[in-house]
């Protein structure tokens, strides 16, 4: 088993309280050698909001889409069932996994 190493940050933008448009995770994983990690799928990555704004729920991914340069990734989440946005900060716990190789990473998010 080897190490990813993975960067994530996370935005508001569309996602806000009272909602289930998708909040966007970005993610950047590389090897411990710095070299970009290709073909991560939705199947990849495991989101866990950590903290949630009061009353605040699970999430589920709803899509991971590589972007234009190696190793990112954008990962959307909602809420579980039918669920909404609540006002708060989010802590998520965003977990990467390609074959034997595993990586981990915390984003946080202000919900307003």
Do not use: C, H
């Amino acid at each position: 088993m080897a190490r990813l190493i993975v960067t994530a940050f996370s935005e508001d933008t569309i996602a806000a309280p009272g909602n289930r448009q998708p909040n966007y995770i970005i993610a950047s994983v590389t090897d411990v050698n710095g070299v970009p990690v290709t073909g991560l799928a939705t199947s990849s990555f495991k989101v866990d909001p950590m903290i949630v704004g009061p009353g605040g729920a699970l999430v589920n991914i709803t899509g991971v889409t590589a972007g234009r340069l190696a190793g990112f990734y954008l990962v959307n989440v909602v809420p579980i069932k039918t669920e909404t946005w609540k006002p708060g900060v989010y802590i998520f716990a965003v977990a990467v996994e390609k074959g034997t190789d595993k990586g981990q990473t915390l984003a946080t998010v202000l919900m307003d």
